[in-house]
Nanobody
Framework: QVQLVESGGDSVQPGGSLRLSCVASGDTVTIINMAWYRQAPGKQRELVAAAISGGRMDYADAVRGRFTISRDIDKNTVDLQMNSLRPEDTAVYYC?????????WGQGTQVTVSS
């Protein structure tokens, strides 16, 4: 089992920045990839950014160039630096860890972008 705990969600004005952090604990040696997803009210959960085994990073078109994902395997963390935030980035952001047989989710952290 893997446990994920996110932090860093807050309310910011458009154009602002936030940094989300996710710490994994438990059977972390089984983790292959880690990612950030988000879910806005009334919408499906969507992939924001993924840190793929081997060092590749993938981004949703809506955030490419504004968000940066970084993973520290030794510390079992994955961060999401979010710049130039827009109202449409408002959502609950979830950390995900994928192992060979299981997918794990954190409890989510709220990001609100509003003037």
């Amino acid at each position: 089992q893997v446990q994920l705990v996110e932090s860093g969600g807050d309310s910011v004005q458009p154009g602002g920045s936030l940094r989300l952090s996710c710490v994994a604990s438990g059977d972390t040696v089984t983790i292959i990839n880690m990612a950030w997803y988000r879910q806005a009210p009334g919408k499906q959960r969507e992939l924001v950014a993924a840190a793929i085994s081997g060092g590749r990073m993938d981004y949703a078109d809506a955030v490419r160039g504004r968000f940066t994902i970084s993973r520290d395997i030794d510390k079992n963390t994955v961060d999401l630096q979010m710049n130039s935030l827009r109202p449409e980035d408002t959502a609950v952001y979830y950390c995900q860890a994928r192992a060979r047989l299981w997918t794990y989710w954190g409890q989510g952290t709220q990001v609100t972008v509003s003037s």
